[in-house]
Structures are given as C-alpha cells and as structure tokens.
C-alpha cells in the first residue's frame, strides 16, 4: 500500500534553534518529492520538490534530502524564526500515469516559542 | 505568490442549504483540484480537472459536483448540505511541466450546523 509516513507527528522548539522533520514513503514507482509549508487556516506553499536524482535541495533556511534507496527524506529548518510555527507536509508522486498520483502525509505541527 | 483565489474563506450554513464554493486562478493552468481536510489529518483528493469540460472524481467519495466552463474557473457545488460536510476545501491548481507543482488557494472552511 503506497503511503506516506511523518515524524513527529508535533515539534516545539525555541527561536533561533534547529530541527529536522521526517518523512518515509512506500509509494512506488516514484516521480518526486515535494514539501509544503501549511500556517494554520491557510493553503499548503511549496517548499521544495525533488525529483529521484536529487539529494538535497535548499530554500533559504529550509534544506529538504532525499535518500531514494531508503525512501526517506527529511526537512531541516536552520535557525527558526516564530513564522516558522505551522504544518509541514510531505507529498511523494507516483510514476506511470497522466495523473501523476499526490500521497499526502499528516505532517508535523510545528511551533516556535519566543 | 500563487494567483489562485477561493471564496468564501469561511461559510456557517444551516443542513439542506445549497452552497457553491468558487475557485479562480489567472495562471492558465489546464489541471486543477479540489481537496478536503480535516485538522491532523492529510489532504483528501476528492474532484479534479484536467480543462475544460473535463471533471474526474478522486480517491474520497464526496456528494459534491464541480464544473468546467471556463479554464480558470473550477466551482464545488453541495446542493444539500449535511453536518458531515464540515471540513477545509482546498482549491489547487498546476500547469503541464515536469514536476507539475501543486499551488493551492487559500481554503474555504465550511460549517454546516
């Protein structure tokens, strides 16, 4: 069953400090990866898409990795800042069909405290 | 910034109401999609579109119906709203390159009492 899979499911961290969130899949065959950024109340914005050949790719503070051998991938937030506290959401597409089939994870609550 | 609107952002409606959720984007993208989700939950694709004249139910069952007459209008439509309706409806939308990035509208939050 194609699914995917965030850790943890909640986070709370000081300003200023670092944290890295998780996301393992099981969707096969893969296309990308994709991460969004969801402040509450509001719709999911891109952070990041990676593709099978990437590794690691950066948006300012946030570095997304992709391990595709262990289909993990993770998000490293740099020096958080309080616009920082919101959901984070992992997207993994499938391969083979015109739709190009979305999984969604749950994502990770996080909160940034002064 | 995404040019992709939805309103209402928030509708309190009585059950047996008829509501239209209204999507618009000016990017001329030819897919978009409608989701729901509920808190701690992940997205559910419930209609999507791939242009105009065409509409395709998703993975979750839904009693709404969508239409698309124009390119860059993609309205949800509920003619008999129900208690179990009551949930975020996220509009999106993506064009044919690559990757076809997901850009989403800001959610129309709907309660039915």
């Known amino acids: 069953k194609n699914q995917v899979e965030q850790s943890p499911q909640s986070l709370i961290i000081l300003e200023g400090k670092n944290c890295t969130l998780q996301?393992?899949?099981?969707?096969?065959?893969?296309?990308?990866l994709r991460w969004y950024k969801q402040d509450t109340g509001r719709g999911p914005v891109s952070l990041t898409i990676m593709t099978f050949s990437e590794n690691t790719k950066s948006n300012g503070r946030y570095t997304a990795t992709l391990d595709a051998d262990t289909k993990q991938s993770s998000l490293h937030i740099t020096a958080s800042q309080l616009s920082d506290s919101a959901s984070y959401i992992c997207?993994?597409?499938?391969?083979?069909?015109?739709?190009?089939?979305?999984?969604f994870g749950r994502g990770t609550q996080l909160t940034v405290w002064p | 910034e995404a040019d992709i609107y939805q309103t209402p952002r928030y509708l309190v409606i009585g059950t047996g109401k008829k509501i239209t959720l209204e999507c618009s984007q000016t990017m001329g993208h030819d897919k978009m999609y409608w989701y729901q989700q509920d808190p701690g939950m992940e997205l559910h694709l419930i209609h999507y579109s791939y242009g105009v004249n065409s509409t395709e139910k998703g993975d979750l069952s839904s009693e709404s119906t969508v239409s698309r007459i124009r390119t860059e209008h993609f309205p949800l439509t509920l003619e008999s709203a129900r208690p179990s309706h009551t949930s975020q409806y996220l509009c999106?939308?993506?064009?044919?390159?690559?990757?076809?990035?997901?850009?989403f509208g800001e959610g129309s939050r709907l309660t039915v009492l």
């Open positions: 996301c393992n899949y099981t969707v096969s065959p893969f296309s990308n």
């Open positions: 999106a939308s993506s064009d044919r390159s690559g990757t076809g990035e997901l850009f």
């Open positions: 997207v993994v597409s499938d391969r083979g069909s015109t739709l190009g089939r979305l999984y």
